[in-house]
């Protein structure tokens, strides 16, 4: 009776009836536990085809919307009532741990390959945007090169220059009228030649020395300054023009008198003008054409080796500073161009074709200009 007692009160021992009685319930719990899982099992199955179609169904839809998808995803809702609706087993904890776990290597089996699917999608598009800037680039470098054989001149600065490389252009000296800012053919425009009076009405000979525009010579007027005769102070710049063949001939400065080279510019369309020596073979000329202390824009036409600019400071400064800037820049002849307030007013237009305008037009009393075209 002691040990019954203690069987009834643990629960681990029984004896005689109670022993029976216990016996049966464990064998109607096994059987209800059977019929459970082969409820779950039949459940499963009926299932079973379904769940296929929907995992193949929500794969694109992970691939559409991104990450966060593949958690609405309702296969694994199935799997877990599949099995919840398989009743209360004493084993189904251990089994709802497998089916988590296999919930998670499909899971991450989608991310990693949603991952790959968008490194390869990024190196596609980043392939294909090198092709497209490579593209860009041929075509800028072509449009670069179109437009270096359709802009002649070059522009560029120095510390306090900026100069123009007109050594490939055709040049001319318009006389009277000065080129509009409307013709797009015009790339640089600038006053040349000294101006002798104010005069309302032009005249060729209100032009300093001897000139040619449109391969017409005309005569200026001339002056001794300072006791120096004129063809020391003064000299020419001329382009010869082109040949029969169209080919661009030579630009040169030249002492003066020279009428035989005067004549071979006339005969092939070239233009001429005359100015004050700035630097001559080397030197800075002396006497200055301005005192070495002003203060102002100073522009010259210049010859460097093979080629010829013009140039001028972009600051104003001292003159001295100016011809000390020609030298250094290795300026060997230059010769200068009509400066001062309003004789200054000039314009270039760049290769973008936009329009530069170089000082104000303060008056109209200019009479001439070097003209230099596409």
């Known amino acids: 009776m002691l040990i019954a007692a203690a069987g009834r009160k643990s629960g681990l021992i029984y004896t005689g009836r109670k022993c029976r009685q216990q016996k049966g319930a464990e064998n109607r719990n096994y059987c209800n536990y059977y019929q459970q899982l082969h409820h779950g099992k039949r459940f499963f199955a009926a299932h079973f085809s379904a769940l296929q179609s929907q995992c193949r169904g929500n794969a694109p839809a992970i691939f559409n919307i991104g990450f966060h998808a593949m958690f609405d995803v309702p296969l694994f809702d199935e799997i ?3 099995l919840h609706g398989a009743g ?9 741990s497998l089916i988590h776990l296999a919930e998670t290597v499909p899971r991450l089996g989608v991310i990693v390959i949603v991952i790959l699917t968008e490194i390869v999608i990024i190196a596609i598009a980043s392939v294909v945007a090198m092709i497209g800037r490579s593209f860009d680039d041929k075509e800028n470098t072509e449009t670069t090169m179109n437009n270096s054989h359709t802009y002649p001149m070059f522009v560029d600065t120095t510390s306090n220059l900026v100069w123009y490389d007109i050594t490939n252009c055709h040049l001319d000296l318009a006389c009277g009228q000065m080129p509009d800012t409307t013709q797009e053919n015009v790339i640089l425009c600038a006053a040349a030649a000294f101006t002798g009076k104010c005069l309302d009405t032009f005249e060729h000979t209100n032009i300093l ?18 006791g120096i005769p ?17 080919n661009m001939l030579e630009k040169a400065f030249s002492n003066l008198p020279n009428e035989m080279l005067l004549e071979q510019v006339v005969g092939q369309g070239g233009m001429a003008f005359t100015q004050h020596w700035v630097i001559k073979d080397g030197k800075v000329f002396t006497p200055t054409i301005q005192p070495l202390e002003r203060v102002e824009h100073f522009r010259s036409i210049c010859q460097k080796g093979n080629r010829f600019f013009v140039i001028a400071n972009s600051e104003p400064i001292t003159y001295q500073q100016y011809l000390d800037s020609l030298l250094t820049f290795g300026v060997e002849n230059a010769l200068y161009m009509d400066m001062g307030t309003g004789w200054n007013h000039s314009f270039y237009r760049d290769a973008t074709n936009q329009l530069h305008i170089l ?10 200009w070097l003209v230099v075209y596409k």
């Open 80 to 82: 877990r009532n599949a």
């Open 88 to 96: 209360r087993v004493g084993k189904k904890p251990f089994a709802l």
């Open 209 to 226: 020395g001897q000139h040619i525009s449109k391969g017409i010579l005309y005569s200026g007027y001339t002056e001794d300054k300072d």
């Open 230 to 246: 004129f063809e020391q102070r003064y000299a020419l710049f001329v382009w010869k023009g082109v040949d029969d063949q169209g």
């Open 359 to 368: 000082h104000p037009k303060t008056h109209s009393y200019p009479t001439n």
